[in-house]
């Protein structure tokens, strides 16, 4: 979506073995836009080691009223993965409910205009079962609003929309292992870095926000499931280290769907 | 169809917002041949993602990116420069930063690199500019 400062390197800085050294490794780029994956890349990973029911990972319907605008962002970002994981079930109804709820909560935030036109592109494919275009408009709906998001000033949003997309996510794909526990299945759940990386993301956001207490909250739970998801390369997660898991993002959840702030 | 859908979509979010870093219209033309090379991979099944990674290389230089990528999924990591004539190569390392082993895809100033990672978490492209005065590039990928 945005295009940060390119980080350049001597073409000589990798090795005969090709191994790249640790200074160049911490230097380089890392963006919103392509080092964080969409909830799409990581169902797609799911989909392959299982059947995954996915129509058996909706949950109820959820508030579209919040009024504070962090706690928006973040249900905005869960919406977006909820719009995912219909699109895995291929269930067109479910996905004309959520693109409405986007449209909504969008709404809320004030980045409606441009997004009205992906509400009814978002409905239109979804009558016609175009679902690789759904995911796609999905991932397009999610950045325009990051986009919106940025020309209004409110870039400290927009982690805050990634980082509710992948806490969501987590949740989801936690709780298909544990329904169907597979070796191949549990592999995607290590996510160091990328936690890390949305950690000091939300580092970066104004004191005024990152004091917010849903924020602060949301953010200290974050360094916890840093830890749960830190498995060694080549270690497969145990069924245990992935309910572990379930039930960290799932107080997450519960905080971020609360009508009821964090004091 | 889909690839031009792609295309017109990035347009209208590139439209939209107000990038931290204005695109220049070289990187816009090394998208659109990033996206030109991603297009054909989606034949195979693969989906583009809807984000990129623009700037610009010089010679004898690469520009490194980390991205998170998860095992079981297939990737290729398209890239192009805007300048002719130039040669570009693209390569991906693991988080120790050995190079991992891709299928690969060169054909002047546009390149690609594929694999299928056995463990999921970061890793790193590189563009290195193997020929050529440098210039703006554009780095997409895809997945399946």
């Known amino acids: 979506m945005l295009t940060l400062g390119t980080v ?68 905005l970002g869960g919406l977006i993965a909820d719009g995912f994981i219909a699109v895995e079930a291929k269930d067109s109804q479910q996905v004309k409910n959520i693109g409405s709820d986007i449209i909504k909560l969008a709404k809320a935030l004030g980045v409606s205009e441009h997004l009205l036109g992906r509400g009814k592109s978002i409905n239109e494919f979804a009558e016609n079962s175009e679902w690789d275009t759904l995911q796609e408009e999905l991932e397009a709906t999610q950045n325009e609003v990051k986009a919106s998001m940025q020309s209004h000033a409110d870039q400290d949003l927009v982690i805050l929309v990634t980082l509710g997309g992948w806490i969501r996510g987590t949740q989801v794909v936690t709780a298909a292992i544990m329904q169907n526990y597979d070796e191949r299945s549990a592999k995607v759940l290590r996510q160091p870095a990328l936690v890390h990386f949305m950690q000091s993301k939300i580092n970066e956001v104004s004191p005024e926000l990152r004091q917010e207490p849903l924020v602060k909250d949301v953010s200290e739970q974050l360094n916890g499931i840093e830890k749960l998801i830190s498995f060694p390369a080549g270690k497969t997660p145990a069924a245990d280290d992935v309910r572990k898991v379930n039930e960290a993002v799932g107080k997450v959840m519960i905080k971020i769907e609360s009508k009821e702030m964090p004091k | ?113 594929g694999f299928s990672p056995v463990n999921s978490g970061q890793y790193f492209v590189s563009v290195d500019l193997v020929e050529g005065d440098g210039g703006s590039f554009c780095l997409v990928y895809s997945y399946k």
Not at chain 2, 17 to 45: C, H, M, P, W, Y
Request: glycine share 8%.
């Open chain 1, 8 to 75: 350049v390197f001597a073409a000589s800085g990798a090795t005969d073995t090709g191994r790249l050294p640790a200074d160049q490794l911490a230097k380089a780029a890392r963006s919103d836009s392509i080092s964080i994956p969409t909830p799409g890349e990581l169902f797609a990973a799911l989909g392959k080691s299982e059947k995954t029911n996915w129509s058996g990972q909706y949950r109820g319907p959820m508030p579209v009223t919040y009024s504070n605008r962090a706690q928006i962002a973040l249900n």
């Open chain 2, 1 to 113: 169809m889909k690839r031009w859908f792609l295309i017109f979509l990035s347009a209208l979010v590139l439209a939209a917002s107000t990038a931290v870093r204005a695109e220049t219209d070289a990187e816009v033309q090394a998208r659109k041949d990033a996206l030109d090379i991603a297009g054909a991979f989606s034949n195979d099944g693969f989906k583009i993602r809807d984000g990129h990674w623009c700037g610009v290389i010089k010679p004898h230089e690469h520009a490194l990116v980390a991205v998170n990528l998860y095992a079981g999924n297939q990737y290729w990591f398209s890239a192009a420069a805007a300048a002719e004539p130039s040669k570009i190569g693209v390569s991906v390392y693991d988080e120790t930063g050995k190079q991992v082993t891709t299928e690969s895809y060169n054909d002047g100033e546009k390149a690609a690199a």
